[in-house]
Structure formats: structure tokens, C-alpha cells
């Protein structure tokens, strides 16, 4: 059982949370989704007791078993396998309320699998906050929405909130237009009566056509309090029909070309690679090419040597034995699962002096990073925006080659949608590993390496 009333929580003086209002009860699997930063992390450590709420209350009946997005006392594990003995760890504990924030990064197919059998079989109540499209389907039968301070519940999967998402969207849109419409007749209106009452005040007694003066002032002061209340009262109504704001629905931004992409070559060739550590073999005589346009995904199991594959072609590690050609003079741009090529004492536009500053706030925007984000130093940030920060840092650089490891992981929905709709449309190559099946299908990458351990 989970009782939440009126909780509200600000972080540095700014509001995260405002007077909340949630009451979830029995085995339900509760969707939490919203953008970077909106406070999905901060809520389920509010409700896990690490932070106390400003106002409110939260109430809670039995334990609470908490997954965090970061495992760090398991460093010589892959993070996938880091998050599965972790969830494994709660699910012996068997607690009664389940707390999962992103539980499926960087779990590979299997893992994700036995993730889903576990949390069909689960009694208690189970709230998690995930970006992962195709799991939050699987598994919610509620979602709770958090925007703008606020949290709206949804009955239903993932497609059903989509649903109605998009009817409330299309609502909001038709009151918008009809308002506009009716400010453009208010306006008219507005128009016709300042004219009136313009003309009213112009006019002269008359000897001739006025039958006296008593009744000239009567009917010129009639005229100007008629004019005078029409005046206000579609005034006021203008007024208030300037507050309504047109629903906003972000743009998309394409990643900039290079022109070394112009014509189609070879860009990069694993020969005869292979790579061990002590008795654990990661690949043995691996080989694949890329070539301009090309989307290849390498899959394999969590700790088959993924990441490794790429810190090898990066340069930042040596294989055991084989080569990596790659074509010269050609761009290569790298998004990391962890982020660590940031400085976070620094913000984004100290790192970034070499851009267009107005290039630089225009594709920021798209991701939804404000001005003031941007001049933060990064450590201000949450997880899901610095993995953001690194992909701005990707679309801003022209670029032949992209090499991405888990880019989905920690970012939300949204910039999801956007970021797949950007590399689809760039001409370049992608090399990327990933285990977000939408993701994967919607930019293309077909063709796959697979990694196999020994």
C-alpha cells in the first residue's frame, strides 16, 4: 500500500514536486515516465525515505526494496550483469513494495526476459521508472505521467496512455484554434465598437434633427455607456484568451553532415580480432566492415565485450591479436553508457567554445535543455541529462562515423523519439550496441556482429 498527500519537494530552491496526490493498493506494476529532470528519481527516493518531502505525507504498509541506476560496488562486472544480481537480490528478499529506477539498462535479451517472468510472478505492488518502450508495455497496467510538478495517473499499458495522450493533445489543439477564432471575432468586435463609440463622442448637437437638447446628451450618454461596456467586456475577454498557450510539440533536429560522406567508401574494417581477459574469452577472430550509410549493431550477451570492442576501435585499449583499419582522415563521434569524457565541475558552454553559440542553443533546445542548463555546471544535472549533454556534443561535430554503447540508457521518452528520428535521417555510418529493440528498428540497424563468449 502506498499513500501519497500533498507532497511537494524543491531542489536549490526550484520545485520538483507539488502537492501530489497518489493512492496505489495490491500487485499492480506502476509505469512512472516523464522527461529528464521532472523528478522521477527524486519521487521514488522520497517514497524510499532517503529524502524528506518540503509538505505532505507519504505512507507505506510493509518493505520497500529499492534498485538504484547505479551498481558501483560491483566494478569488475558489466552493468548489465551489475542490475541482474541486484534485481536478483530483491526478489529473494521478496519485499512489499518494489522499487525499480531503469532496471532495464543495459540488460541484454535473456536478461530482460528473466526480468519479465520475475515480475509476472511478484505479488506486491511495484513502481519503475523506465524509458524502455517495450518493457513499460509489457509490464504496467498503470502510468503514472509526472510534468510540470505534477503527476497524472493512467489506467492502462504503455500504448493506451500513448492513446489518450494523443486525444488530449488533439483536444487541447481544437480549443486552441477555436479560441483563436474567437479572438479574431473579439478583436473585430473591439474594432466595430471603438468605432462607435468614436463616432458617438464626434457628434454634434443639432437644432434641426435633435428634438432637444435634454434628450441629445441622454441618447450621446446612452451610446457611450453601451459602447463603453462592450469596450471592457470584449477586452476582458481578449485577455483572458491570451493566457491560453498553444500546445508546444518539439521539433526534431538532424545530425550535421561531414562531406567526406558525399560517396560511399569504407570507413572502418575489423580483421582477425580478438580479445581476452584471463581465462574469459570476449571474441576470437572477429571481422566486419562499414561502409558510408551503414547501420550495424553488435549484440551479444552482457559481458560479451561490447564495450571493450569499441574502446579497442577508439583506440583506448589493445587487442589480444588482429588489426582495425579505418579509413583517414574521417570523423569518428563516440556516446559512452557512462559519460565519464565530461567534465561535470564545468558547464556545457565551457566545453563547447569551439561551436556557433547560436547553433549550440537552437540543437540544446530540441533536447530540451534551457539556456540556464546549459551555463549549470554539469554535476547539477541528472543522469538522464548528461547522457543528453553527450549526444548534443555528438549532433553539433560533422561527423562519417557514430560509435553509440547503450545511448537510450537513462534518457527519456521523448528524446528518445527525437534522437531516433535525427539518426535516421543522418547519411552517415552508425556502429552502436543497444538492447532497446524499438530504438534499433527505428534507425535502421539491420545488419548485426554478434559476440559470442566463451
Known amino acids: 500500500m502506498l499513500q501519497i498527500s500533498n507532497l511537494s519537494f524543491s531542489y536549490q530552491n526550484q520545485p520538483l514536486l507539488e502537492n501530489l496526490n497518489l493512492s496505489l493498493t495490491g500487485s499492480d506494476v506502476v509505469g512512472i515516465i516523464g522527461d529528464n529532470g521532472i523528478g522521477k528519481t527524486t519521487l521514488l527516493r522520497l517514497i524510499a525515505g532517503e529524502l524528506r518531502p518540503d509538505n505532505g505525507s507519504i505512507k507505506t504498509r510493509g518493505e520497500i526494496g529499492f534498485l538504484k541506476q547505479t551498481q558501483d560496488d560491483l566494478e569488475r562486472k558489466s552493468g548489465g550483469e551489475r542490475t541482474q544480481i541486484r534485481l536478483a537480490e530483491l526478489f529473494r528478499r521478496n519485499p512489499e513494495i518494489l522499487l525499480l ?23 506486491g505492488l511495484v513502481l519503475v521508472v523506465s524509458h524502455d518502450r517495450d518493457f513499460i508495455q509489457k ?15 493512467f489506467l492502462g499499458n504503455y500504448t493506451s496512455f500513448c492513446e489518450q495522450q494523443a486525444q488530449i493533445q488533439h483536444e487541447q489543439l481544437q480549443d486552441y484554434e477555436k479560441m483563436q477564432q474567437e479572438r479574431r471575432k473579439l478583436e473585430r468586435q473591439l474594432k466595430n465598437a471603438s468605432d ?11 437644432k434641426i434633427s435633435d428634438e432637444s437638447k435634454l434628450r441629445y446628451n441622454g441618447q450621446r450618454s446612452a451610446a457611450q455607456n453601451s459602447s463603453g461596456k462592450v469596450l471592457r467586456a470584449t477586452q476582458s475577454r481578449i485577455a483572458q484568451i491570451a493566457t491560453i498557450e498553444k500546445p508546444v510539440k518539439r521539433k526534431t ?65 589493445e587487442a589480444d591479436s588482429g588489426e582495425i583499419w579505418i579509413a583517414p582522415n574521417i570523423q569518428i563521434g563516440y556516446v559512452s553508457q557512462d559519460v565519464t569524457e565530461l567534465d561535470l565541475d564545468k558547464s556545457f558552454l565551457e566545453q563547447s567554445e569551439d561551436f556557433d553559440k547560436t547553433e549550440v542553443f537552437r540543437a540544446a533546445a530540441t533536447l530540451d535543455f534551457s539556456p540556464q542548463d546549459l551555463h549549470e555546471p554539469m554535476r547539477k544535472l541528472s543522469r538522464g541529462q548528461l547522457t543528453k549533454i553527450s549526444i548534443l556534443m555528438l549532433v553539433l561535430h560533422p561527423l562519417d562515423l557514430v560509435i553509440i554503447d547503450e545511448l537510450t540508457n537513462h534518457i ?29 528498428q527505428a534507425i535502421g540497424a539491420h545488419r548485426k556482429v554478434y559476440l559470442h563468449t566463451a
Open 253 to 317: 533536429y538532424s545530425a550535421e553532415v561531414s562531406v567526406n560522406f558525399l560517396h560511399n567508401r569504407k570507413l572502418l574494417e575489423v580483421i582477425n580480432l580478438s580479445k581476452s581477459y584471463g581465462q574469459k574469452k570476449l571474441f576470437e577472430n572477429l571481422n566486419f566492415t562499414i561502409r558510408t550509410g551503414e547501420r550495424i549493431r553488435v549484440c551479444g550477451r552482457n559481458g560479451s565485450g561490447k564495450s571493450t570492442l569499441f574502446q579497442i576501435i577508439l583506440g583506448k585499449r
Open 196 to 206: 462607435r463609440a468614436h463616432k458617438s463622442n464626434r457628434r454634434n448637437y443639432n
Open 412 to 440: 527519456d521518452i521523448r528524446a528518445r523519439e527525437n534522437i531516433e528520428s535525427a539518426l535516421n535521417q543522418y547519411p552517415g555510418a552508425i556502429l552502436m550496441a543497444t538492447h532497446d529493440e524499438v530504438f534499433a
Open 139 to 153: 509490464v504496467a497496467n498503470k502510468i503514472i505521467y509526472l510534468h510540470d510538478n505534477q503527476a497524472e495517473i
Open 101 to 123: 529506477d531503469e532496471p532495464t539498462n543495459n540488460l541484454d535479451h535473456e536478461s530482460k526476459a528473466w526480468l519479465l517472468r520475475n515480475l509476472h510472478e511478484y505479488r
